[in-house]
Nanobody, 119 residues
Framework: QGQLVESGGGLVQAGGSLSLSCAASGSISSYNVMGWYRQTPGKQRELVATITSGGSTTYADSVKDRFTISRDNALNTIHLQMNSLKPEDTAVYYC?????????????WGQGTQVTVSA
């Protein structure tokens, strides 16, 4: 009963910047954790960054000094500003939201968006 809509992604040169956005809707709670994960062929999905409704953030060590996650609680929307992009950042990026309504916990994933960084 929840849905995530992602926007952004594309092709950029190494050293460039790119922004991703994700909006959550449906049966979600006001208090939740949203974030971005990424996956390359043959590898497991890995955490990129997360942010709680209260603004607490978590970053992977590989992106901590280059990426910034932010959110708009009123719209349940998150953004990922990616700077100084490297070829190793190339992956499919997935949006995620986790929380609990009055009836059940939920964990929803977006369809993913491709980010490609050329050397």
């Amino acid at each position: 009963q929840g849905q995530l809509v992602e926007s952004g992604g594309g092709l950029v040169q190494a050293g460039g910047s790119l922004s991703l956005s994700c909006a959550a809707s449906g049966s979600i709670s006001s208090y939740n954790v949203m974030g971005w994960y990424r996956q390359t062929p043959g590898k497991q999905r890995e955490l990129v960054a997360t942010i709680t409704s209260g603004g607490s953030t978590t970053y992977a060590d590989s992106v901590k000094d280059r990426f910034t996650i932010s959110r708009d609680n009123a719209l349940n929307t998150i953004h990922l500003q990616m700077n100084s992009l490297k070829p190793e950042d190339t992956a499919v990026y997935y949006c995620n939201i986790r929380g609990r309504t009055g009836w059940a916990s939920y964990n929803y994933w977006g369809q993913g968006t491709q980010v490609t960084v050329s050397a």
